[in-house]
């Protein structure tokens, strides 16, 4: 078996266990948001000590960055209705920005893809924005959007070709 077919399985098999279980992976994902956030905390603060003779600005905002980090980690390590939060922004950004590169391809000449695609594009973002809102209002959608997303990718991982 190849590794792609591999890992199309582990995607379909991790998206239904976030489907099935979407409270104790939220908890599982927060837990491990968290724990990146105080790494990433760590770091900066290291960093900003190690630069601290050649960089006084550098490492002053390192320092700033990395506390804000670490502090954020905290509060992160179980709290699911900020992570919901947090992955509910995320998703509306994102949204957003899909909407304005949609209304940019479809009200300008230059455009890196065709006013089809512009349009599809517009209508993504919509439902994205959509998906963000309700993702925000009950932290179940995130596990559903998060296991139909892998249950998606890992399907196309299995049928995808190889190169030759």
Same mark, same amino acid.
């Given at each position: 078996?190849?590794?792609?077919?591999?890992?199309?399985?582990?995607?379909?098999?991790?998206?239904?266990?976030?489907?099935?279980?979407?409270?104790?992976?939220?908890?599982?994902?927060?837990?491990?948001?968290?724990?990146?956030?105080?790494?990433?905390?760590?770091?900066?603060?290291?960093?900003?000590?190690?630069?601290?003779?050649?960089?006084?600005? %550098? &490492? @002053?905002?390192?320092? +700033?960055? *990395? /506390?804000?980090?670490?502090? !954020? #980690?905290? $509060?992160?390590?179980?709290?699911? =209705?900020?992570?919901?939060?947090?992955?509910?922004?995320?998703?509306?950004?994102?949204?957003?920005?899909?909407?304005?590169?949609g209304l940019s391809g479809v009200f300008t000449r230059v455009?890196?893809?065709?006013?089809? %695609? &512009? @349009?599809?594009?517009? +209508?993504? *973002? /919509?439902?994205?924005?959509? !998906? #963000?809102? $309700?993702?925000?209002?009950?932290? =179940?959608?995130?596990?559903?959007?998060?296991?139909?997303?892998?249950?998606?990718?890992?399907?196309?991982?299995?049928?995808?070709?190889?190169?030759?």
């Open positions: 078996m190849e590794n792609k077919n591999l890992l199309g399985i582990l995607m379909v098999i991790f998206g239904l266990v976030l489907m099935a279980f979407p409270f104790i992976t939220e908890t599982v994902l927060s837990v491990l948001a968290g724990i990146s956030f105080l790494i990433l905390g760590i770091y900066f603060i290291m960093s900003g000590v190690g630069v601290f003779d050649s960089s006084k600005i %550098s &490492s @002053i905002l390192n320092i +700033i960055f *990395g /506390i804000f980090s670490f502090i !954020l #980690g905290l $509060f992160l390590m179980g709290n699911i =209705i900020l992570f919901n939060f947090i992955a509910s922004f995320y998703i509306i950004v994102f949204g957003v920005l899909y909407i304005i590169s455009t890196p893809f065709g006013r089809g %695609s &512009s @349009i599809v594009l517009l +209508i993504l *973002g /919509i439902l994205t924005i959509v !998906l #963000g809102y $309700f993702a925000l209002i009950d932290p =179940i959608f995130i596990a559903i959007i998060l296991g139909v997303g892998l249950i998606i990718d890992g399907v196309a991982f299995l049928f995808a070709k190889s190169p030759e």
